[in-house]
């Protein structure tokens, strides 16, 4: 509802304004806000992701190493499929095409929330991508550390959780940052699912005016975030190294 | 007391047959050295022992109770895994590559295994570990990473290590083999006081004049059977097989 009024407020009245008072590239404060909430939205999917990517990326890991040939396949499987096709069918899927299945199956209809598709889908895909990253850095370890491990007593769950994956933090801070930055960037795609992010937040304006100045507004705020991401991961990673001389 | 005996063990990895049928016993408190060419099974034998690689065929007692017994790679006995994992962890390892964990200090390296595995008390085993470390030489290096020591430390820090499980019996594998030459002394001398303590060792070696010097027994291992055993004087300074005379002439 929000945004259907937001909407008219950027292409309706206030088009004739800016017109009017010749100041095409200054912000109003609806603007203002606007392009905010559209940061907001932009930044909650790409954290929601990473961090339940991180989280469900060392299960399906954890899945690929396993001797066990069930979760090897499982996991294999869904890599193959969320790495193999485009983030956006795959929220398309989520979106649009899970309520009909529904409606299909069902005979009810069910209104989906198209933050939570944007939730679902951005996780599910940064999983499948930082879980390969996560078996990389795993595989990575000396297999002496394991031997030690074992030869110490150490069960292959305490050998993973208390010496393996530790060791894998400080190789994972690097690609983990890429993948934010990348998730942060690929938020743009939600606007194909009536959300409304910073890119489509300052594409919806600079259409209404007729100005360009608002893409270099978008520029200059993503350009912003993936700084400050940069930065802090870089400082993860010297602070993760510590051990290493 | 016997501490560890394989009988008939063999081990093949696929068509690789690395250990022919070896017989073996160690008693308490002996100190067992294994020389031989690389590639003749003797790191094998000892990776057998606690499990790191599973046996082929045979029997592995260790004190005189069944840890491993196999056939055609099938295991007979199914024995339970937590009698199993407690036989092995009497037995302690020392690697060639020192594997120490590089991301905990050294005295969180010699306290993870009590703590996590046998679920001592925190302040119990920093205790022990830092006598451990004071044996070994390196308490005023406890709170150092790995990184930060030489090589011979590191072994040091290795073998305390493994002391903090209180293991019957300790197995080296090439101990002094990736270290420079002025470094094997530290490791040595630290092996030399472990043995004078009665602890029961196996220990895969290059330096002749170690086993000589401590060895119980040494035994030379060649294409995968034990070849020669007996006294050092036996093995290494009147050896009966042309084998052993061979191979000693090569690395002395």
């Known amino acids: 509802?929000?945004?259907?009024?937001?909407?008219?407020?950027?292409?309706?009245?206030?088009?004739?304004?800016?017109?009017?008072?010749?100041?095409?590239?200054?912000?109003?404060?609806?603007?203002?806000?606007?392009?905010?909430?559209?940061?907001?939205?932009?930044?909650?999917?790409?954290?929601?992701?990473?961090?339940?990517?991180?989280?469900?990326?060392?299960?399906?890991?954890?899945?690929?190493?396993?001797?066990?040939?069930?979760?090897?396949?499982?996991?294999?499987?869904?890599?193959?499929?969320f790495r193999g096709t485009p983030l956006l069918l795959q929220l398309f899927i989520i979106y649009y095409a899970i309520p009909i299945i529904y409606l299909d199956a069902t005979g009810i209809t069910f209104e989906i929330?198209?933050?939570?598709?944007?939730?679902?889908?951005?996780?599910?895909?940064?999983?499948?991508?930082?879980?390969?990253?996560?078996?990389?850095?795993?595989?990575?370890?000396?297999?002496?550390?394991?031997?030690?491990?074992?030869?110490?007593?150490?069960?292959?769950?305490?050998?993973?959780?208390?010496?393996?994956?530790?060791?894998?933090?400080?190789?994972?801070?690097?690609?983990?940052?890429?993948?934010?930055?990348m998730l942060l960037k690929d938020t743009s795609l939600v606007s194909t699912i009536a959300l409304f992010d910073l890119l489509r937040t300052t594409k919806t304006m600079a259409s209404a005016t007729g100005s360009w100045i608002y893409y270099i507004y978008a520029a200059a705020i993503y350009l912003f975030l993936t700084t400050i991401i940069q930065v802090v991961f870089d400082m993860m990673e010297k602070k993760l190294g510590i051990y290493e001389r | 007391m016997s501490m560890v005996k394989l009988v008939n063990v063999r081990k093949s990895f696929g068509d690789l047959e690395v250990l022919k049928g070896v017989n073996l016993e160690v008693q308490q408190g002996e100190v067992v050295c294994i020389i031989g060419a690389s590639g003749s099974g003797k790191s094998t034998m000892l990776r057998c022992l606690?499990?790191?690689?599973?046996?082929?065929?045979?029997?592995?007692?260790?004190?005189?109770?069944?840890?491993?017994?196999?056939?055609?790679?099938?295991?007979?006995?199914?024995?339970?895994?937590?009698?199993?994992?407690?036989?092995?962890?009497?037995?302690?390892?020392?690697?060639?590559?020192?594997?120490?964990?590089?991301?905990?200090?050294?005295?969180?390296?010699?306290?993870?295994?009590?703590?996590?595995?046998?679920?001592?008390?925190?302040?119990?085993?920093?205790?022990?570990?830092?006598?451990?470390?004071?044996?070994?030489?390196?308490?005023?290096?406890?709170?150092?990473?790995?990184?930060r020591l030489s090589g011979g430390q590191q072994q040091r820090v290795a073998i305390a290590r493994a002391l903090a499980m209180d293991p019957k019996i300790m197995m080296f594998d090439e101990p002094t083999s990736a270290l420079d030459p002025e470094l094997v002394g530290e490791v040595l001398a630290t092996m030399r006081q472990l043995a004078e303590k009665g602890m029961t060792m196996l220990i895969v070696t290059h330096e002749i004049g170690f086993a000589r010097e401590v060895a119980d027994r040494v035994i030379f291992m060649d294409a995968g059977v034990i070849c020669e055993e007996g006294t050092p004087e036996e093995v290494l300074l009147n050896p009966k097989e042309e084998r052993t005379k061979s191979f000693l002439n090569k690395i002395l």
């Open chain 2, 50 to 147: 606690n499990q790191l690689e599973r046996i082929s065929d045979g029997e592995i007692y260790i004190e005189d109770e069944l840890s491993d017994k196999r056939a055609n790679n099938k295991d007979l006995m199914k024995i339970d895994a937590a009698k199993v994992q407690s036989l092995c962890t009497d037995l302690g390892m020392v690697f060639q590559n020192f594997n120490l964990f590089p991301h905990l200090t050294v005295i969180d390296n010699v306290t993870i295994a009590p703590l996590i595995v046998k679920k001592t008390d925190k302040k119990i085993a920093e205790t022990r570990a830092l006598d451990l470390l004071s044996m070994v030489g390196l308490s005023q290096k406890k709170d150092e990473y790995p990184s």
């Open chain 1, 113 to 181: 929330n198209p933050m939570i598709c944007a939730f679902v889908a951005f996780s599910l895909n940064a999983t499948a991508y930082l879980a390969e990253i996560i078996r990389a850095a795993i595989e990575s370890i000396d297999g002496g550390q394991m031997e030690a491990a074992k030869a110490l007593g150490m069960s292959y769950r305490q050998a993973m959780t208390k010496i393996i994956i530790p060791q894998t933090y400080k190789r994972l801070v690097a690609p983990l940052g890429n993948e934010l930055i």
């Open chain 1, 1 to 81: 509802m929000v945004e259907k009024g937001f909407v008219c407020s950027l292409t309706g009245v206030r088009v004739q304004n800016f017109y009017d008072e010749g100041k095409i590239n200054v912000l109003t404060e609806i603007q203002l806000w606007a392009i905010f909430n559209g940061t907001i939205v932009t930044l909650e999917i790409a954290i929601v992701a990473i961090i339940f990517g991180a989280i469900f990326g060392v299960v399906v890991a954890l899945g690929r190493l396993s001797k066990n040939k069930v979760a090897n396949a499982l996991s294999w499987f869904y890599i193959w499929f």
